[in-house]
Structures are given as C-alpha cells and as structure tokens.
C-alpha cells in the first residue's frame, strides 16, 4: 500500500510483515514477544559475526529491521567468542525469557528468516559460526537440561 507524504510507511509495513512471521513461528500473535525475539536473534549472531559477515547479512535485512541489527553494535569489538552456553545466557538476557526458551525461540527465528531473506544469506552467516550454534540456530541442537 502506498503511503504519499508518509515517507518510512513503507519499510514500517514490511517490518511488520516480518514480526508476524517470526510470531507465527514463534507460536504468538504479541509482537512484543516477536520483536524481543527477533532482535535477540539479531543481535546475539551479530555479535558472533566478523564486520564483514555482519554487513553482509545486515544488507539482506528491510530497512527498519537492518536499523534493529545495527543497534547499540561496537563493531571494535567483534567478533565475540561464546559458543552455546554463551549464546543461550545473551539471548535470554536480551529476549526476557528463560535459557529453557531459547532453543525453541532461536528455531523459530531462524525458521522465519529462512523463508524471508534472500537464497543462501542465512547459509553465509552460518559458515561463519561453529556448528555448534548452528545447530542451536536450527533446531538441531542436543539441549542440556541444565538450561
């Protein structure tokens, strides 16, 4: 839908698109809990991304969206190294929910940004991870109860 004179009307509608399906994925119609989640997921892989896997992926993202990735980064001071246990405790601190959700939660996510983002970004960014949190990333994670 065209919005004269409304000049961000645009990128605000595909935003939205996008939170309803990450919340579809999520199981929820809050988009609250989709944006938490999403930008939990953005920013815990962005922090595990050199600058240059990270400006790769961003420019795949819509514009308010790319804005979310790109909030509160210190490109100086990346990439930070944390493998499951450190990705599972930044995503929940990030995302208000329990390390127990965040297997499921970062599924999701990825699932969402499977079907939304252009052929092969995802598989750039996780070449560029441990097959570890890959695997955490698409659901193929072994999770330890402990979480």
Do not use: K, Q
């Amino acid at each position: 839908m065209r919005h004269p004179g409304v000049p961000f009307a645009g990128a605000a509608e595909i935003a939205a698109e996008w939170l309803a399906a990450v919340g579809e994925r999520l199981g929820t119609d809050d988009r609250a809990v989709a944006y938490r989640m999403l930008r939990a997921w953005l920013h815990t892989v962005r922090d595990r991304l050199t600058v240059e896997s990270a400006a790769r992926f961003a420019a795949s993202l819509p514009d308010l969206l790319r804005g979310l990735f790109y909030e509160s980064w210190t490109p100086h001071h990346v990439p930070t190294r944390y493998h499951v246990p450190g990705f599972v405790a930044r995503f929940a601190g990030s995302a208000d929910t329990t390390r127990a959700e965040v297997p499921a939660a970062a599924a999701a996510v990825t699932a969402a940004l499977e079907e939304l983002c252009p052929p092969g970004r995802l598989e750039d960014v996780f070449r560029a991870l441990p097959d570890s949190l890959t695997a955490l990333l698409t659901g193929h994670a072994e999770v330890p109860r402990a979480w």
